[in-house]
């Protein structure tokens, strides 16, 4: 199966939403958190509607509208998104008022926007898309599994379909996350993020948007050949080397064959180190890059990674602020993502050349 | 306080609990419908306005013939709250 990535867009805390981001990465001056860098929403959604919408529905209908407007003359036939908090800030809002108001009747708009399904639903309203509709929350392994929907929506009968990764950071996410250590207790300067040895990261959001396509077309970027989830605790080195080996003989590849590594390492030393042995393993002339320090950590942050990689494979080159380590191979014609959450949740993305 | 002086407080409520963030004060005539006309504001707003009456001014609108009168206009609402409000 393959998936011609034929839009793409990408709200995140660089300015990826207007082009500029390679030429002027953002600095995150001392923080903990690295929040998105927003445009002018009013520019993409209709303002009456507007004041209604959370953040997350502002991330995503904007980033939505920003991947259709690339291609105006397809109409995606399936909305499909990976989120793993989804609308969590309306319902933290909303389980509040509940408290609040005593159980008794409540202000309307949190309840309406706290619904997981919520952007995938504005996305289909606003561009009257009415055909398959569905947002997967399944933590960090939430935007591989609307990818995998993706694959067997195209691989069946439809041509095109908008998938996306979306994100936003919440308060009480954010507190419950820091009581178990999984945040910075200092702040640090995002391009530091891998300097030092310290546990916790910075906590990020995003919003990736990929219209990926059954057919090739001139404007094809990248193409999407695989995607892998393993869910195990405690696992090992090798429980993931083994199931990369797997995952690539499936497409009649190995190692040898990847150009380019896109690892999710974030700077935590209480899970990089799995990372580490990864890289290990990773043949010389292969490239190896790193993100986290430009979106910080989020469940479907794997969408930023595969943002890069389509441009890598588009445009022949990778960026120095992405590269941990370069190679001798003078093209890009396979990237892996690799990603992996608490030593549990690991995710493979395969990308081939268009 | 004075009726005028309670419809531009009011009004500045209004605004915030809306989320009505290229409206000011000056933009709401007193008199003019909140609903279709005027502000152009929906039944979705209307639960938010019955809403900031009950939280604010401590008054609940449970008939619906009473509410669709009160919601009227901003002066109409500042009317109830001047004669109930506490």
């Known amino acids: 199966m393959q998936a011609y990535i034929n839009s793409v867009s990408l709200i995140s805390p660089q300015l990826t939403h207007d082009g500029s981001f390679l030429t002027h990465p953002l600095v995150n001056e001392l923080a903990c958190v690295m929040n998105c860098v927003e445009p002018v929403y009013k520019e993409y959604i209709n303002p009456v509607a507007l004041r209604r919408m959370s953040h997350v529905v502002k991330l995503g209908l904007a980033a939505s509208a920003i991947c259709m407007r690339q291609l105006p003359d397809v109409r995606p036939e ?8 989804a609308c969590l800030s309306d319902l933290e809002k909303f389980t509040r008022l509940v408290e609040e108001y005593k159980e008794e009747t409540l202000p309307p708009i949190p309840f309406i926007n706290s619904a997981h399904n919520t952007v995938a639903a504005q996305i289909a309203m606003q561009h009257k898309l009415t055909g398959y509709n569905i947002t997967y929350c399944h933590h960090f392994l939430s935007f591989e599994s609307a990818l995998r929907d993706a694959f067997m929506c195209l691989s069946e009968d439809m041509q095109n379909v908008l998938v996306g ?3 936003e950071r919440t308060s009480d996410n954010f507190h419950i996350y820091n009581i178990a250590g999984f945040w910075r207790k200092e702040p640090v300067n995002n391009l530091d993020l891998f300097k030092g040895s310290y546990p916790g990261t910075l906590n990020g959001e995003g919003a990736a948007f990929f219209i990926l396509s059954n057919e090739k077309s001139d404007g094809s970027l990248a193409c999407v050949t695989g995607v892998h989830t393993l869910l195990l605790p405690n696992s090992t080195i090798e429980d993931v080397n083994q199931e ?3 995952f690539l003989k499936k497409h ?9 590594f896109i690892l999710g390492r974030n700077g935590s030393n209480v899970y990089d180190s799995l990372y580490g042995q990864f890289e290990e393993e990773i043949p010389q002339s292969a490239h190896i890059a790193y993100y986290k320090h430009l979106c910080g950590e989020y469940m479907t942050s794997s969408s930023f990674a595969m943002w890069v990689a389509s441009n890598v494979l588009s445009s022949q080159s990778l960026p120095d602020i992405l590269t941990f380590r370069r190679g001798s191979r003078q093209d890009f014609h396979r990237v892996l993502i690799y990603n992996q959450a608490l030593g549990k949740e690991h995710a493979f993305i395969l990308l081939e050349r268009a | 306080m004075k009726e005028e002086e309670l419809i531009e407080k009011l ?7 809306l989320s009505l963030e290229d409206i000011t004060p000056a933009d709401i005539d007193a008199d003019a419908p909140l609903f279709v006309e005027g502000l152009g504001l929906d039944s979705i707003d209307a639960i938010e306005l019955t809403h900031l009456l009950d939280r604010n001014y401590g008054i609940k609108l449970e008939d619906p013939k009473a509410r669709r009168e009160v919601l009227a206009s901003v002066r109409s609402m500042a009317q109830l709250i001047a004669k109930q409000g506490k």
């Open chain 1, 78 to 85: 399936a909305v499909i998104i990976g989120s793993g908090l």
């Open chain 1, 244 to 246: 990369l080996e797997v």
């Open chain 1, 165 to 167: 990764g979306i994100d």
């Open chain 2, 11 to 17: 009004k500045a409520e209004i605004i915030e609990q």
């Open chain 1, 252 to 260: 009649s590849l190995s190692k040898e064959d990847i150009d380019l």
